[in-house]
């Protein structure tokens, strides 16, 4: 490595994995400092390893479920969804009511004729669906470990993919993007239903600021976004602590929420004249970024990213090459077989 950079963004996933290695311990920042500022779960998730302080929050986020409340409230669609279903049409609080909700809304509502599909789903990036899968499949099993190593509940792998691909059937398909394009359509009216991390949703809060937001079902999101983080290699580290010092400012904060940018503060979390524009700040704040990504084992940084690297690239066999469920279950095992050794 370089010292062509000095500091780094990095996603929280990989924070316990390169911590020792390449980053600079913050020894001039006191865990009693931070608590000032963050919760004991954002430090945990975003700052530290193996008690030692590696990074500050930069846009730390996690999964929620943003949809059309006009479609939940309307008359002639509640009574459609009775009619059909035998049920109220109420936000989804389980994975199979949500799979339940996607036909529906794209079986041709007259009345809403933008509406394309029940949601949206990349296809390409094995990343993206890594999320997908895992945030399924923690809404049935609570780890992706057992007895010191990584076991994948097979059961919970089945369900989680046969959840996949009726989403896959309901969603508009994209290829070559990021989850920006699937908060345009979203934007653009033309899903109704999307579960994303909330940092990318920030771009267009002064448009979508009454956008109505909810947990996504079962409440297990996953977490995501990243921390800030002094390289090893840096000349200039006094610099780089200046910066850190500077960035954890409350108006240094507040103006990068303003400016689109993601804050785990908890006076600002707190701030009515952020959160009115901002309302997936309250929301994360009543949560208290509760939210799964298992990137430590027995106190051991895990390589979660080759974890969801494996995940993501079965799954894409399984929906694109129309793998069967069983061969995409023993891929998962054998390969993550090799990884346990």
């Known amino acids: 490595m370089t010292n062509k950079y000095d500091m780094v963004r990095i996603d929280m996933e990989s924070l316990p994995y390169f911590a020792q290695s390449y980053l600079l311990p913050l020894e001039f920042l006191s865990l009693e400092t931070l608590s000032n500022y963050f919760s004991s779960k954002i430090l945990q998730s975003f700052c530290q390893f193996q008690q030692k302080i590696y990074a500050i929050p930069f846009d730390p986020s996690f999964q929620m479920l943003f949809y059309r409340k006009d479609l939940f409230e309307d008359p002639k669609i509640k009574r459609l969804f009775y009619e059909k279903y035998k049920q109220e049409l109420v936000l989804p609080t389980?994975?199979?009511?949500?799979?339940?909700?996607?036909?529906?809304?794209q079986s041709g509502l007259y009345e809403y004729p933008q509406i394309e599909k029940g949601s949206a789903l990349i296809i390409d990036d094995e990343g993206t669906l890594a999320s997908e899968f895992f945030v399924r499949y923690y809404a049935i099993c609570l780890s992706i470990f057992a007895k010191g190593k990584i076991a994948l509940n097979s059961q919970a792998v089945v369900e989680s993919l046969s959840q996949l691909k009726t989403l896959y059937h309901h969603s508009i398909l994209l290829e070559k993007c990021w989850w920006k394009e699937e908060v345009k359509l979203f934007e653009q009216r033309k899903i109704p239903l999307l579960i994303v991390y909330m940092n990318h949703f920030s771009p267009l809060s002064s448009e979508h600021s009454n956008s109505p937001i909810g947990s996504v079902p079962n409440a297990r999101p996953l977490l995501g976004g990243g921390s800030l983080a002094i390289l090893k290699q840096t000349e200039k580290q006094t610099a780089c602590e200046y910066f850190i010092h500077w960035f954890l400012q409350n108006t240094i904060q507040e103006q990068y929420i303003q400016l689109g940018g993601m804050s785990a503060r908890k006076d600002l979390m707190s701030n009515p004249s952020i959160t009115q524009n901002f309302p997936w700040l309250a929301l994360?704040?009543?949560?208290?970024?509760?939210?799964?990504?298992?990137?430590?084992?027995?106190?051991?940084?895990?390589n979660l990213r080759q974890i969801e690297a494996i995940i993501g690239h079965a799954v894409k066999d399984y929906?694109?090459?129309?793998?069967s469920i069983d061969n995409t279950l023993a891929q998962i095992e054998r390969e993550i077989g090799v990884l346990n050794g």
């Open 319 to 323: 929906l694109l090459k129309d793998l």
């Open 284 to 302: 994360a704040k009543q949560s208290d970024f509760q939210g799964v990504r298992e990137n430590i084992l027995n106190d051991q940084a895990v």
């Open 94 to 105: 389980n994975f199979e009511q949500f799979n339940k909700l996607l036909p529906f809304f």
